[in-house]
């Protein structure tokens, strides 16, 4: 899972990028306001924590850009202004919740998950494919009630594949979920490759049904 920090104040923002990548999440940073539109532009996000109050622009133009440009992306506005007005706002506009400085990192994680959940997997802490289950909440998947054990990237892959059924999804937005803007710097996606025929190989020797298909010339698709 992919999280954008737009945030300003180098401190918070690295403690939190250190707490969240114990929770397994990927973090990208944006420190001022145009970072943050060339991120949102280029990349998608399964949260982006956005302080409204930046050196170079307020952060409620973020959220109309995410609004206009159509994007997916659960957002938490995270602020020192505690003002009601703002949060209305905020809200209305597009984000997804609110959270005032100063908090603790496990309430921002907390919700964080919640918001994730809320989007791609229906308010739910246990998404089941017929034989397949996956635990959100403990990060496991078992197939026919047995445990299959996944690597960091590989339930990564799972989940993205499963929170976009029956969408075909390119190899380099699968490379850019797995390894955010560094992907751009990579000469190839084998490396996404070899990550998706292991996690085929886990789950066809637990007995899972081949939900995952390849589209030739064009990416993957997982179907249910």
């Not at 047995?146 to 339930?155: A, D, G, N, R, S």
Request: aromatic letters at 8%.
């Amino acid at each position: 899972m992919k999280i954008l920090i737009i945030e300003d104040e180098n401190d918070l923002a690295d403690s939190i990028s250190e707490y969240l990548s114990e929770e397994k999440y990927l973090c990208e940073f944006a420190k001022t306001f145009n970072q943050a539109l060339d991120k949102i532009e280029s990349f998608n996000y399964d949260c982006i924590l956005l302080d409204i109050m930046l050196p170079d622009g307020n952060g409620m133009n973020i959220l109309e850009e995410l609004k206009r440009q159509d994007k997916q992306d659960g957002v938490i506005i995270i602020s020192a202004k505690n003002a009601l007005d703002d949060k209305i706002k905020g809200l209305q506009i597009g984000a997804d919740d609110y959270l005032t400085k100063p908090f603790h990192l496990s309430e921002l994680s907390a919700r964080i998950y919640s918001v994730i959940r809320r989007k791609q997997f229906g308010n739910s802490n246990t998404v089941r494919q017929n034989e397949l289950e996956i635990d959100l909440l403990a990060k496991t998947i078992s197939v026919h009630n047995h445990p299959v054990i996944l690597t960091k990237k590989e339930f990564d892959l799972l989940l993205y594949f499963v929170g976009n059924k029956n969408r075909v999804i390119s190899k380099s937005t699968l490379a850019e979920h797995l390894s955010g803007d560094f992907a751009d710097m990579l000469d190839n996606h084998d490396f996404v490759y070899a990550h998706i025929k292991n996690l085929k190989k886990k789950l066809s020797e637990a007995g899972c049904e081949s939900y995952l298909k390849t589209v030739y010339g064009t990416g993957y698709k997982w179907e249910g």
